[in-house]
């Protein structure tokens, strides 16, 4: 069996119960040894086959899976965050269905809401945005033409940019030429959640210049939008003067 599980944003005790009691039950564990944090390898008990993926192409990342099926062992593919963002898991579960093999997934915390909890941000703020972005600049991974970031800017929405600090000379001239303010808040947070985190805050006219001060080049996820500045309206849902299916207006 082999399971797919979710790491978690950085920090040991943010992966989830059933993510730690599988990484304690495995024969083999396959983890993503570029942005997984290590200190997750301590739940693996002592006799467990580890393999670094950064260092391996899916062929390899394959054959140890099949070796592992055929000799009757549990595998864990750890995977950073939540698998389902920019985690490479499609071609693998198309692979595992072909070769008949059974599997599962355990989801994880995503980096984007590790930064949210980091920031005590919302990203849903009422009169602000109702609506999260989650995007990637173009760079030698290509992007839809229809996904531009000049074309998801003009909805200002909240954006949320993986994958993207190393770009941020064009990015902020999309940001821009999109429609998003000179003055609109933006925050950095590089390793999100992690011991060495550390939080950087500008605008998006001030975007690159910031992060080329920082000296951060990856593992940073970039926030923009006005979901991080001070005016918002109250939430409906606990004001006094609006009904809910739970509870009557009192105003």
Request: some cysteine; aromatic content about 8%; charged content about 25%.
């Amino acid at each position: 069996m082999i399971h797919f599980v979710g790491a978690g944003s950085g920090a040991v005790d943010l992966i989830t119960v059933r993510g730690a009691k599988l990484l304690n039950e495995a024969d083999v564990i396959i983890y993503a040894g570029s942005l997984v944090n290590p200190e997750l390898l301590n739940y693996a008990k002592k006799d467990c086959e580890i393999y670094d993926s950064a260092k391996m192409t899916l062929e390899e990342v394959l054959e140890v899976v099949k070796a592992a099926e055929e000799a009757g062992k549990t595998t864990v593919r750890l995977h950073t965050g939540d698998s389902s963002i920019y985690g490479a898991v499609r071609e693998q579960f198309d692979e595992l269905d072909e070769l008949g093999f059974e599997y599962d997934v355990t989801p994880g915390v995503s980096s984007f809401c590790g930064a949210a909890a980091t920031l005590k941000a919302e990203y849903t703020l009422p009169d602000v945005s109702q609506t999260v972005i989650i995007t990637r600049e173009a760079g030698r991974t290509p992007v839809p033409e229809r996904e531009s970031i000049e074309k998801l800017a003009a909805h200002q929405a909240t954006m949320i940019l993986f994958l993207s600090t190393s770009l941020t000379e064009k990015l902020q001239e999309d940001l821009l030429s999109g429609g998003y303010r000179n003055e609109t808040p933006v925050a950095i947070v590089y390793k999100a959640t992690w011991p060495d985190e550390k939080i950087f805050k500008c605008t998006v006219g001030s975007l690159h210049d910031t992060v080329v001060k920082s000296g951060i080049k990856n593992t940073a996820l970039i926030i923009v939008g006005g979901c991080m500045g001070d005016e918002y309206a109250r939430s409906k849902l606990y004001d006094p003067s609006f009904t809910t299916g739970f509870r009557k207006a009192t105003e």
